[in-house]
């Protein structure tokens, strides 16, 4: 089935495990880590709260001896909500909205990822955007029978293609790819990999990271419309992507 065909379509029964809309950007030097990790601290909803650090290391390589040195350093907060199926993120390098299963709409889920984002921005005050990304993991359960070898192609479009003078029984696999959408414009990440949900059931693995690297000034209010813009493109390439890496035998798994 043509993937033109297809895009716009809404699954009752998506497959989406998580949604991800990540903001990246450049913060001012007056800023720190305590008004970072103040963001949301009495947002409705997401009562609850884990402080984030990074963390750095550096191995020095001398004539005599080898050493190593790691630091902890705080670098914001993680807020959850009273459901545990919603978390945001407010650290020194950039805002995270997440959203796990079950995954409602676009509409839904922007609207809440903006809505905090603009709390990010009124505090953090970021004089530049650097990247945004919107990942999707999604997990398409298959159902087998013990025993039984599971052919990739009935489900899949994108799949390892194994050698013919080699067996064809997959264990297991892992594949990462990265893609050019469009030139000097969005780009693609895409992991593949399968899980054992149960001894009857198969997890075809299916995350799907589109991204944009651009700076971009983030003072002027009107980053909140160029910002909109590219997430709504972001999401049709995702869908895009999404339909290019199924068949339409999957598709009935999600009706």
């Known amino acids: ?69 790691t630091q902890r350093a705080p670098n914001g907060v993680l807020r959850r909500s009273s459901d545990g199926l919603q978390v945001f993120q407010a650290r020194l390098d950039g805002f995270t909205f997440s959203r796990l299963r079950p995954y409602q709409e676009w509409a839904t889920f922007s609207t809440e990822a903006f809505r905090l984002w603009r709390l990010y921005r009124s505090v953090a005050l970021p004089t530049s ?74 997890g075809l693995i299916l995350d799907i990271d589109v991204f944009w690297e651009e700076a971009l000034g983030a003072t002027n209010e009107e980053i909140q419309t160029v910002l909109g813009e590219r997430f709504d493109l972001l999401r049709d390439y995702k869908n895009a992507v999404f339909e290019a890496c199924i068949t339409a035998e999957t598709r009935k798994l999600f009706e």
């Open 129 to 202: 955007v650097l990247r945004i990304a919107l990942r999707y993991i999604n997990q398409i359960d298959v159902s087998i029978e013990p025993g039984q070898l599971l052919d990739l192609s009935v489900y899949l479009r994108t799949y390892p293609e194994i050698s013919p003078l080699l067996p064809q029984t997959i264990d297991g696999y892992f594949s990462n790819v990265q893609l050019m959408l469009r030139e000097a414009g969005p780009k693609l990440q895409l992991i593949q990999t399968v899980m054992i949900s149960s001894p009857n059931i198969l």
């Open 1 to 69: 089935q043509a993937v033109s065909e297809t895009l716009g379509r809404r699954y009752p029964n998506a497959p989406i495990n998580e949604a991800v809309f990540d903001v990246r950007v450049q913060l001012p030097e007056s800023v720190d880590v305590d008004q970072v990790r103040g963001i949301g601290q009495h947002e409705a909803g997401y009562p609850t709260s884990e402080e984030i650090f990074r963390i750095q290391s550096q191995v020095v390589i001398g004539p005599a001896q080898l050493a190593s040195d």
